[in-house]
């Protein structure tokens, strides 16, 4: 059974600090991670995309990966309150679908 | 800029009717997912195909739930009879191949009476 655990929140923030994003996965094999955004009653749209370890920046977005760890990571710079939605954390291993967290929520109050 | 397209946007049936819900991906991409994803939770695949081909649909119902792709582009999932349980978004995505960024559509939010 794969498993993705991440905090379900909210994480409150206001608005220009750094909003901090963590999620564990349990699959060893996953090789590929995404991180997408989904606004209440909205679909998922994806922010970033992490293959190796280390970090990968993307404008005010960062993602963090360690597969020794089994942790990857999501830091927004500069909140803005337009980042108020729930994050989706979704490692994919190789071929096989993409296994979803329950998201965290992030609210990012001005 | 292309998009994954879905209809019904919003659905409303009693239980015991039948439902059916249309995907059209994003034009090129042979891998296309149906997700169900209920409120407060992340969205759970319930069929993959690769083309026409069903590559994994081990968490579709499929006493209640059918999903076909007949030419390899667009697809239909199917719920008959719904349950009440079945209220849900149902969230179509498509990528160039299995393991490749997937996109989403806007999905069928089902409510069940």
């Known amino acids: 059974q794969k498993e993705v655990e991440q905090n379900s929140g909210p994480l409150s923030v206001p608005e220009g600090a750094i909003a901090s994003l963590n999620c564990t996965y349990s699959d060893r094999g996953s090789q590929s991670f995404f991180w997408y955004r989904q606004y209440s009653g909205k679909s998922p749209e994806l922010i970033m995309s992490?293959?190796?370890?280390g970090d990968k920046e993307d404008g005010r977005f960062t993602a963090q990966l360690n597969k020794a760890s089994q942790y990857v990571s999501l830091l927004i710079r500069d909140s803005q309150p337009s980042d108020s939605a729930t994050y989706l954390c979704?490692?994919?291993?190789?071929?096989?679908?993409?296994?979803f967290g329950k998201g965290t929520m992030l609210l990012v109050s001005p | 800029e292309a998009e994954v397209a879905q209809s019904p946007r919003y659905k409303i049936t009693e239980k015991s009717q039948a439902v059916a819900f249309w995907c059209d991906p994003i034009?090129?991409?042979?891998?296309l997912y149906w997700y169900r994803q209920i409120l407060g939770q992340g969205p759970e695949l319930l069929v993959q195909f690769q083309d026409e081909s069903v590559v994994d649909d081990s968490q579709l119902p499929k006493d209640r739930f059918s999903a076909e792709r007949l030419k390899g582009v667009d697809s239909t999932l199917k719920i008959q009879p719904a349950e009440l349980g079945d209220s849900a978004m149902y969230l179509c995505?498509?990528?160039?191949?299995?393991?490749?960024?997937?996109?989403f559509g806007p999905g069928t939010r089902l409510l069940v009476l």
């Open positions: 992490i293959y190796s370890n």
């Open positions: 995505a498509s990528s160039l191949g299995g393991g490749a960024t997937q996109y």
């Open positions: 979704a490692p994919n291993s190789g071929y096989s679908t993409l296994t």
């Open positions: 034009s090129g991409h042979a891998t």
